[in-house]
């Protein structure tokens, strides 16, 4: 592995990659942005999604009210977590497919 102090180069396959050079072009640029605009609403979404729960259960009495039976809205809210979670999972996942390909597009677009 070969690196030098102004551009950082790795040899992989007696290819020399400038990874700094990729960084600076705009179609990187745009990648970046695009799975920052995913990546941040969707573990804002999450994140809220995973603590309202606590909040709701100690600071309020919402979710003590039972909807059937003997089942409160603080099951349905605690069994909630599973599909919300493959529903992400499964989104993720096809978008970070999505990435992948743009950012192998990227990379042939490089010679690579």
Not at 44 to 65: A, K, M, Q
Not at 84 to 96: D, G, N
């Amino acid at each position: 592995m070969n690196q030098s102090s102004e551009n950082v180069i790795y040899e992989e396959k007696d290819q020399h990659v400038n990874y700094d050079r990729i960084a600076k072009t705009e179609e990187f640029k745009q990648l970046v942005s695009e799975k920052k605009r995913f990546i941040l609403p969707y573990s804002v979404f999450y994140l809220s999604y995973s603590l309202l729960l606590p909040f709701l259960t100690f600071y309020t009495d919402i979710l003590n009210h039972q909807v059937i039976g003997d089942i409160t809205w603080a099951w349905i809210y605690g069994l909630s977590f599973i599909p919300v979670s493959l529903w992400v999972c499964s989104f993720y996942v096809k978008k970070a497919a999505y990435f992948d390909g743009k950012a192998k597009e990227i990379l042939e677009k490089e010679g690579l």
